[in-house]
């Protein structure tokens, strides 16, 4: 009876055995073959300390930050296609140059490729304890990520899970303390009555328009954050 009893949970000790040590999310920034073009671009640059810096995915790099904060010596540290994952390892380069301010913005990707929402608030710790501890000076502002409309015909579907935007939103918030960084909520500036990314500062329900970018340069001035 008692080698029957071992027997039975034989299978049951497998799965679990299986289950647990799956890798049940891809930690492989999208598009990776632009990551190493960007990478290059960043080494070129010489290192100056003390600026702004902008520091994302696409998000980010789309933004002429230049342009639309009137500060010529903004730095801008957006990968199209980066996570958390792909941030933790290029934390150098940002910490090199000890900006002033750092705002960032990350988390659309990593849903998109199932990271759990809360593996993508501890990344965003880690990020931000290194940083404080490399350049101490530096003042951290950690922005929401974005609405999305999944409703728009070019957008691209792997990325329909609004639901984890605002988990991941709710966690960045409130970690705000712990952290030791700023939280600031842009989230309301671009999402419609309906609660997604509003039509007029969208390409494809997902990217935004360069008056966006107006947007949220202006408000971070009216709060006093630039």
Known sequence: MKYLFILLLFPLAV????????????TIPF????RPVRLAQFEKEPIVTGNVMFLGDSMT?????????GDTTVINR????DITYGVLKRLKDITDRRPSKLFILL???DIGKDIPDAVIADNYLKIVKEIHTKC???????????????????????????EH?????KLLKANAKVGDYTFIDIFHLFVDANGRLDSRYTFEGLHLKPEAYVVWADYLKKQGYL
């Open 136 to 162: 101490p000076e530096t003042k951290v502002y950690v922005q929401s990520v974005l609405p999305v409309d999944a409703t728009h015909p070019h957008f691209p579907q792997h990325y329909d899970k609004e």
């Open 165 to 169: 935007v605002l988990s991941v939103d």
């Open 107 to 109: 988390g659309i990707n």
């Open 61 to 69: 790099e789309m933004g002429d930050w230049k342009k639309v904060t």
């Open 78 to 81: 957006g990968i199209g296609g």
């Open 15 to 26: 799965q679990a055995q299986s289950v647990t040590n799956q890798n049940v999310f891809d």
């Open 31 to 34: 598009i990776p073959e632009h």
